[in-house]
């Protein structure tokens, strides 16, 4: 049973942002300041990537931990409410997800996911950028 009303969900889950999110802006703050520049929010791509790097064929998907079921992520946990459509929203989800992953596959583009939970520090960002990376960054033109 849910302890809000009707009403009072609804205005909340109006609330959640599609674009330009927090976890958004500290991604695209980093690749910034590490030298990389983008396009945001390609409505016209597989997804709608939330960053593009067109001339190295990436795409960047920032996940929120709770909406894509990030494995083992606190941030994943399950409603105790209306279970059947959580369970249906979240299959839904992460198919789309799997879809969306071999049409970019399908294009020639490489796609990179940072977590929601990942963003809360710069730092960890910033690794997970390195990481995925490498030695591309010798090749992006500033």
């Known amino acids: ?6 009403e009072k969900r609804s205005w909340n889950m109006s609330r ?5 999110t927090k976890p958004e802006l500290v991604v695209r ?6 030298g990389y520049r983008f396009r945001v929010s390609n409505k016209d791509f597989p997804g709608k990537p939330d960053i593009l790097l067109p001339k190295h064929k990436i795409v960047i998907f920032v996940h929120g931990c709770f909406w ?4 083992g992520c606190k ?13 249906n929203k979240f299959k839904a989800n992460i ?3 799997q879809v969306v992953t071999r049409e970019i596959m399908e294009k020639g583009w490489q796609q990179f996911v940072i977590w929601e939970c990942e963003t809360k520090d710069k730092d960890c960002v910033r690794r997970v950028l390195k990481d995925f990376f490498g ?8």
């Open 16 to 20: 959640i942002r599609g674009k330009d």
């Open 95 to 97: 198919n789309r997800d």
């Open 135 to 142: 030695d591309k960054k010798q090749h992006i033109n500033k």
């Open 75 to 87: 941030y994943a946990y399950f409603p105790k409410s209306n279970i059947e459509f959580w369970l």
């Open 1 to 6: 049973m849910d302890i809000l009303t009707p």
């Open 68 to 71: 894509h079921r990030h494995a």
């Open 29 to 34: 703050s980093v690749l910034h300041s590490m």
